[in-house]
């Protein structure tokens, strides 16, 4: 009797499970449908979109990065004034005198070398001061010494020895890749006023400038970055850096008769004179040396637009006073297209040629100077003896 009430209830249970599941799997299809994918497949699962990171942060983050490495360099300037010696000016006298003066530079090696400008730390005389002390953001007041000039392109290097707190180098960016209207972060330690920055933008490539050094000569410097970033007195060998912190330029000065134009060298043309002024620092003398007297850089677009010039060689940014390259009349400006007949394409290919070559050799050079193609011969030289301050290192 109770088997004949039990399967009735079963059968009765299991048509209805039956039937439930054919009525949802009617409603899935009808409800659910354009929340499935193509084909009636699962709809795909994305994650939340992470927050962009403002320019603001990354500005802000970038200078936290830096300053560390950013010092102040005090240097006492020792010169010589002429002073009336009665009440109607005819007459005067030399008086010397000695005053403070300070500038900004940043780590660029673990060796405890500083770079910055040459006016920085050269006196009226044109000579490297004998009293620097480097300031650092704790405070500390480390004693250093004048490791190489060379005023020509206005780059420095100042030697810390031993000191163990020293902060890292700075990373050093690619000049080449800038692009106008890109963020650039000028940073300095101006009369000892810490985390003194200024924000703007890559304006202007290959400028031209005339600034007067502490020596009041007047000199003439090529191929600067262009910045709306005010330099600010005391402001001057810092460095210009981009949004991920990497050095583009060392600031130099700013546009003397307009506001919010400033200059800075070129982080690429940097990294060469420091090449050269690191391996001989003072004094140098190298008779075996081949002896250019060029400082160069490769041509990039951004070159290419500011001299409305098309090909490819290296473009010369300074030019050393009685070198071999001043006595054929090159300048600044000038793209060495070929040597000897052999293209140039970048500034390593023409380094190695240079190299290549001794003292006496003479080059054949085909070269643009503004619009016009020009074969010039260049009798290679010797370093002379000397300080750095005249003699561009080794560079060719």
């Not at 300095?188 to 890559?202: A, D, K, M």
Request: proline letters at 7%; zero cysteines; charged letters at 15%.
């Amino acid at each position: 009797m109770l088997k004949n009430r039990v399967l009735p209830t079963v059968i009765v249970a299991l048509v209805g499970a039956i039937i439930g599941s054919f009525v949802m799997m009617l409603y899935a299809s009808t409800h659910f449908a354009g929340v499935a994918g193509p084909n009636h497949t699962p709809p795909a699962v994305s994650a939340a979109p992470l927050a962009a990171v403002s320019d603001q942060q990354l500005i802000v983050d970038a200078v936290k990065r830096t300053l560390p490495s950013v010092v102040a360099i005090d240097v006492t300037i020792s010169g010589v004034r002429q002073v009336p010696v009665d009440p109607f000016g005819q007459f005067y006298q030399n008086v010397p005198y000695k005053e403070p003066a300070s500038g900004s530079g940043f780590v660029i090696s673990s060796k405890g070398l500083i770079v910055t400008n040459a006016h920085v730390v050269t006196g009226p005389n044109g000579k490297p001061d004998s009293k620097v002390v480097v300031v650092f953001k704790n405070g500390d007041r480390i004693k250093g010494t004048v490791y190489a000039v060379n005023p020509a392109v206005d780059v420095a290097l100042v030697k810390v020895n031993n000191y163990p707190k020293l902060p890292p180098p700075l990373q050093l960016g690619d000049s080449s890749k800038l692009q106008l209207g890109q963020w650039a972060i000028a940073i300095g330690e101006p009369l000892e006023l810490q985390n003194t920055v200024t924000v703007g933008v890559v304006s202007g490539f290959n400028r031209t400038e005339v600034a007067g050094g502490q020596d009041t000569t007047a000199r003439r410097f090529t191929g600067l970055l262009q910045t709306s970033a005010p330099i600010n007195p005391g402001n001057s060998g810092g460095p210009l850096i981009d949004m991920n912190g990497n050095v583009i330029g060392i600031n130099q000065l700013t546009a003397t008769q307009a506001q919010n134009i400033g200059f800075a060298i070129p982080i690429d043309l940097v990294k060469q004179v420091v090449a050269s002024l690191e391996h001989h620092p003072g004094e140098y003398n190298g008779p075996n040396v081949t002896y250019l007297g060029v400082y160069y850089q490769s041509i990039d677009n951004n070159l290419r637009r500011q001299l409305n010039y098309l090909g490819d060689g290296v473009v010369i940014a300074a030019v050393a006073q009685g070198s071999p390259a001043a006595k054929a009349k090159l300048q600044a400006g000038d793209v060495i297209q070929s040597v000897d007949g052999t293209r140039i394409t970048s500034s390593s290919q023409f380094q190695k040629i240079i190299k290549g070559h001794k003292p006496g050799d003479t080059l054949h050079l085909r070269v643009w100077s503004q619009g016009e193609v020009k074969q010039i011969d260049v009798a290679l030289g010797s370093i002379p003896s000397g300080n750095l301050n005249i003699v561009p290192g080794n560079t060719p």
